[in-house]
């Protein structure tokens, strides 16, 4: 069954940095696009970012274009949220899941991780 | 402000029907992307229950249902039960976004 673990999260200040990182089974990782989404405390869910199969195309959301960098690496089954210069307003879980260019969408979800900015 | 706007709530009596609407425009939903429904508990993380505008994942059960018409999509529970209240999520994708991924900002359902 496919399975996504994100690991990472912890308290930073603010301009800080913190590597968010997702480990994936059950599919075949390089078929799939993976996303980063987040989640602030008592809101909505907002897309961060997301990576194609081959790395080829990749999407920001404004809020974080030219802080947050995606990776991936297919030969692990792994994607990274490598987050610089982070603020407040940066806090949230932030989940990796498997799409969204897939035709179930956001087909799996791993548990989240907690990024919390603050001095 | 999201893109797709959702009710932030929504509530009904144990057995009843409800629904949940997904607003859009002629960017999003009415450009004919799929509209995909997340359901999430507190404390857990989302999960894909109606995807491609009408299909349920196995295991999902069939007292879920979604339809799309123009700029507008809606999800359906029918014999609504206490293990029902959570919170719904559309989620579509926008040409005026380099057709990213957009959500709505969610339905908080309460069971009576």
């Known amino acids: 069954q496919e399975q996504l673990v994100e690991s990472g999260g912890d308290l930073v200040k603010p301009g800080g940095s913190l590597r968010l990182s997702c480990t994936a089974s059950g599919f075949t990782f390089s078929d799939y696009f993976i996303s980063w989404i987040r989640q602030a405390p008592g809101k909505g869910l907002e897309f961060v970012s997301y990576?194609?199969?081959?790395?080829?195309?990749?999407y920001y959301a404004d809020s974080v274009e030219g802080r947050f960098t995606i990776s991936r690496d297919n030969a692990k089954n792994s994607a990274s949220l490598q987050m610089n210069s982070l603020r407040a307003e940066d806090t949230a879980v932030y989940y990796c899941?498997?799409?969204?260019?897939?035709?179930?969408?956001?087909?799996?979800w791993g548990q989240g991780t907690l990024v919390t900015v603050s001095s | 402000q999201s893109v797709l706007t959702q009710p932030p709530s929504v509530s009904g009596a144990p057995g009843q029907r409800v629904t949940i609407s997904c607003t859009g425009s002629?960017?999003?939903?009415?450009?004919?992307?799929?509209v995909h429904w997340y359901q999430q508990f507190p404390g857990a993380a989302p999960k894909l229950l109606i995807y491609a505008n009408t299909n349920r994942p196995s295991g999902v059960p069939d007292r879920f249902s979604a339809s799309k018409s123009g700029t507008s999509a809606s999800l359906a529970i029918t014999g609504l039960q206490a293990e029902d209240e959570a919170v719904y999520y559309c989620?579509?994708?926008?040409?005026?976004?380099?057709?990213?991924?957009?959500f709505g900002g969610g339905t908080k359902l309460t069971v009576l």
């Open positions: 990576i194609s199969g081959g790395g080829n195309t990749i």
């Open positions: 002629s960017s999003n939903i009415g450009a004919h992307f799929d």
């Open positions: 989620q579509s994708y926008d040409s005026s976004l380099s057709n990213s991924g957009v």
């Open positions: 899941a498997r799409g969204p260019f897939s035709v179930d969408g956001l087909g799996s």
